[in-house]
């Protein structure tokens, strides 16, 4: 995976931070974590820290880009790059060669990759290798481009052919991959611990939106800071993470905080979880954290994409902007409403994204 682990708290490396720690705690696996050094920005402290918490996984960093020597840039990275034939390839000659050297070196059984835009990574594996590519997101449909659509989409599939299992998060996803590769399709439940507080609670966090600062997050904020924030009143938003660099302009009700250390302050005394998403694609990592702690979710369309339930699960619905500011402020202030809500969340959690579902099923492939 390309994503540094070490790196802030967004979904992906959320996500990647999990699958490690199954890993590193299944010492019977020889488990080796290849990324790329120039794009997750690794610093020594953070190789350190990696090591600290996963003692148990060879840690090894690429380099997207090959600047020892020139010419081999230049031929083999820089020139091939502007003529490659598939659209969402994001590797390289030079790349494929070095991670597939990795692979042969120490014999591996199972190679994982992540994101399709990568998978072009196993052209030079050995086919009595089992090769798994876990998507997070369907590419084609984060385009907004309907000329190249097709292209993409052809693209896509054919990356995904090359994988003996094909991981999606997303029921829909499962269902276009199915009907495309005829490869097997594993719908994977993102786990999360529960974190449930059954007691009542006091809050000390009206409404709280955690987020990385990804094109669709400001696209989201935007939309609610401009449409949904005047129509609240006596409410304060608590904004979390690298979003809050998007935001330029400075509200009475809004507090940022940026960067956090302890998510779990934030969740635990929280009345109310936001994720504004107009655009997007996949299930959204911080929709699912946030339901594990049985917080409702005021959300948008875009933001229960992927879920099983797309109805009583924890999640408050609406495209339109009075609508959204209604759900809030029910949840505010009616507190039967709000238990009605947050027991939907927690039942809802409990059946279909629990740690011991995931667990079983990644035992089975790996195990």
Partial sequence: MPDNPMSGKAGNTTRLNYMLSYFNENKALDVTFVSLRDWGMWKKEEEILFHEKFPNIQLHLLDKKYKKSFFKYLFLYKIPYLFKINSIDTTSYILRKEFSEIIKKSAF??????????????????????KIIDTHDFITAQSRHKRTVGK?????????????????????????????????????????PENFIEKKQEFKYDIIYV??????????????????LPLLNNVKIHIIGKIGKAIAEDYPNVVKYGMVDDLQEFYSHA??????????????????????????????????????NKKNNGCLVSQDPVEFS???????????????????AICYFKENHNSKIEKEILDSIFL
């Fill in 326 to 344: 209604e759900s809030i402020h029910q949840l505010m202030n009616d507190d039967v409403f709000y238990e009605k809500v947050k027991k939907q």
């Fill in 152 to 192: 993409l989409f052809q693209d896509e599939i054919s990356i995904l052919k090359q994988y003996d299992n094909i991981w999606t998060y997303s029921v829909e996803e499962e269902y276009i991959f199915d009907q495309f590769t005829n490869k097997k399709v594993t719908l994977m439940p993102v786990s999360f």
């Fill in 271 to 308: 009345r109310v979880a936001i994720c504004p998403m107009m655009s997007g694609t996949g299930v959204k990592i911080k929709v699912l954290e946030a339901l594990s702690y049985g917080l409702p979710v005021v959300t948008n369309r875009r933001g229960v994409d992927g879920l099983i």
């Fill in 109 to 130: 059984d199972v190679v994982l990759i992540s994101y399709a835009t990568w998978g072009r990574l196993v052209n030079e594996v050995s086919a009595g290798t089992c």
């Fill in 211 to 228: 987020a990385s600062d990804n094109p669709h997050n400001i696209n989201g904020i935007q939309w609610f800071l401009k449409e949904v």
